[in-house]
């Protein structure tokens, strides 16, 4: 039975281009979820004055086309200025790898979140974001559904750990239903706080653990 991918595709799952974690990055982002089988962080590295994405690399955790589709928007988005390279969309992915199967679109998709979130991270990061929006306590379940819980392969928001949460002048607190010295607690916190504080209006991120 023949497989249901383009030679192009197995080639970039063969050989992906740009894959591996980047140091100091000056941005990035990460999207999927071990439950569902498919995860990728993303790095950037952009040209301050020209806004251009000069480096970019990818780790991913998946199937061939979770690999493939990640490196070929590595590919497409490299020498782009963030502007042209958030305008790609997982159609341009899926149609430099000569298609992919129904079920495996969602792994374009995916390569194509990640990218937008990478440029959004090093938006925030930079002070670049256009609509300054109040960081409510809505804005954070929605960053917090991006953050996952490793005991189950599900986000923290989901696996309804995420308790108390606050937003008051600035600082974001919250509890999460672990015990402090829990072999993931120190994870989740980093992942937790890293997509919290690049936040505009958001001057500290308080974490607290206890069942």
């Known amino acids: 039975m023949p497989l249901p991918y383009s030679e192009k595709l197995l080639e970039y799952f063969r050989h992906p281009k740009n894959v591996g974690k980047m140091e100091n990055p000056d941005a990035k982002a990460k999207e999927g979820s071990p439950a569902c089988g498919d995860m990728v962080t993303l790095y950037l590295k952009v040209d301050e004055k020209t806004k251009k994405i000069t480096d970019i690399k990818f780790e991913s955790f998946g199937c061939a086309s979770n690999i493939a589709t990640g490196s070929i928007i590595t590919e497409l988005a490299k020498g782009k200025t963030l502007e042209e390279a958030?305008?790609?969309?997982?159609?341009?992915?899926?149609?430099?790898?000569?298609?992919?199967?129904?079920?495996?679109?969602?792994?374009?998709?995916?390569?194509?979140?990640?990218?937008?979130?990478?440029?959004?991270?090093?938006?925030?990061?930079?002070?670049?974001?256009?609509?300054?929006?109040?960081?409510?306590?809505?804005?954070?379940?929605?960053?917090?559904?991006?953050?996952?819980?490793?005991?189950?392969?599900?986000?923290?928001?989901?696996t309804n750990i995420v308790k108390n949460i606050d937003v008051t002048d600035g600082v974001v607190r919250m509890l999460i239903d672990l015990p402090r010295d829990h072999q993931f607690a120190k994870n989740i916190e980093e992942e937790i706080i890293e997509r919290l504080e690049h936040l505009w209006d958001i001057k500290k991120v308080e974490v607290t653990f206890g069942e």
Do not use: M, Q
């Open 86 to 158: 958030r305008k790609i969309t997982w159609k341009d992915a899926a149609k430099e790898l000569g298609g992919l199967p129904p079920v495996k679109v969602h792994c374009s998709v995916l390569a194509v979140d990640v990218l937008r979130s990478a440029i959004e991270d090093y938006e925030e990061r930079h002070g670049l974001v256009k609509e300054k929006v109040e960081t409510t306590k809505e804005i954070v379940l929605k960053r917090l559904k991006h953050v996952v819980n490793p005991i189950v392969g599900l986000d923290v928001v989901k």
